[in-house]
């Protein structure tokens, strides 16, 4: 609507605002076509020192998806990356393949600080067994961020061996590390008895449920040794 001013001539109507375009995303930052690629063209994308981190990052998350064995070496190369290491072992872990628990173990002795962390962690999540003796190892060395992970990590995979493990650890460790040590053997102890082995997981909550254990353990483990024994599941002789 125009207007009229004391000249008697018409005041030119404001000019529409525009609105401001957005800048289009470069080439190297458009995950869309990355998120389409099969395994291959993926592997080819992080082996190919021309790409970017962001084309790398991308090409990990989605191997997670579409990831075998042969993504393994490719992935695994980037566990010591400090800008893709985490990225790499989103890659890794849901790759049933051996060959990941391998070459996460053989990381263990490649890397420190939080990359180490990192790794002991993807160990935990994925269970490895044969991952227990270089665990334990670090649960008694000075780095403290990676001794806490592997106790978790000890809990994580439950197991004969692991349980024998931590129980030890609970005599030879003090303060932080000993409250996580017994926190790992709820969680191992759990691990047992989802695998059927429930003398082990009984005996085990029973040493957590020592009155020098820390308050909440021993409570969680008297907890679950009443519910078990009320259990109308629990087998009785």
Avoid at 206 to 212: A, F, G, I, K, N
């Amino acid at each position: 609507m125009q207007t009229t001013g004391q000249t008697g001539v018409a005041a030119p109507a404001p000019a529409a605002a525009q609105r401001p375009t957005k800048p289009a995303i470069p080439a190297e930052f458009q995950a869309a076509s990355i998120n389409r690629m099969d395994q291959a063209k993926l592997i080819q994308i992080l082996k190919d020192s021309g790409s970017t981190v962001f084309q790398k990052a991308k090409a990990c998350q989605r191997l997670a998806q579409v990831g075998a064995k042969e993504a393994v070496p490719a992935l695994a190369a980037l566990l010591a990356d400090q800008q893709l290491a985490h990225y790499a072992r989103y890659g890794l872990e849901p790759i049933p393949d051996p060959s990941v628990d391998d070459a996460l173990r053989d990381a263990l002795k490649k890397v420190e600080g939080s990359l180490l962390v990192g790794v002991i962690n993807s160990i935990g999540q994925r269970r490895d067994a044969g991952a227990v003796e270089p665990l334990v190892r670090l649960m008694y060395e000075s780095d403290a961020g990676a001794a806490l992970a592997a106790a978790a990590a000890l809990g994580r995979i439950s197991g004969p061996q692991a349980s024998r493990a931590l129980q030890e650890a609970l005599g030879r460790t003090k303060g932080a590390l000993r409250a996580a040590v017994a926190g790992a053997g709820l969680v191992c102890a759990e691990g047992l008895l989802a695998r059927g082995d429930r003398q082990q997981a009984v005996t085990l909550r029973q040493v957590l449920s020592r009155p020098d254990m820390p308050k909440a353990v021993r409570l969680g483990a008297m907890h679950s040794i009443i519910a078990d024994e009320t259990s109308l599941k629990r087998p009785r002789i």
